[in-house]
């Protein structure tokens, strides 16, 4: 799952640097932390879908669906903080997420 995250983290880092290009260092921030926000929240999957080992298929799924929950828990959560608290800008930040989420997509096809 690292290596995932790290594919991830690398796509929003892209992302941030062209944004950079184009509007200044506090955008790329945000586009920066759009991307951590997905690659955490895969991270979190992750860790809960492997925590119980080789187990039966129903332990797995209910593994598989507490990640998920605990995935979007997160994405909601650190969404409102970047948004509403920090005061991130939006687009930046959503063109992050986007990346991180681009980044799985490469991370799934050339990564094993």
């Not at 955008?27 to 999957?45: I, Y």
């Not at 209910?62 to 920090?86: P, S």
Request: charged letters at 5%; glycine letters at 14%; hydrophobic letters at 70%.
């Amino acid at each position: 799952m690292a290596r995932f995250a790290a594919v991830q983290l690398a796509a929003a880092l892209l992302m941030a640097l062209v944004i950079a290009g184009f509007s200044g260092g506090n955008a790329a921030v945000a586009a920066l932390a759009g991307g951590a926000v997905v690659a955490v929240g895969n991270l979190v999957f992750g860790w809960r879908l492997f925590s119980p080992g080789v187990a039966p298929a129903a332990r797995i799924a209910r593994a598989m669906w507490v990640g998920e929950g605990l995935k979007w828990i997160w994405v909601v959560l650190a969404v409102w903080l970047a948004l509403a608290v920090a005061g991130l800008a939006p687009l930046p930040f959503l063109l992050g997420m986007l990346a991180g989420q681009v980044g799985f997509w490469i991370g799934v096809a050339y990564l094993r």
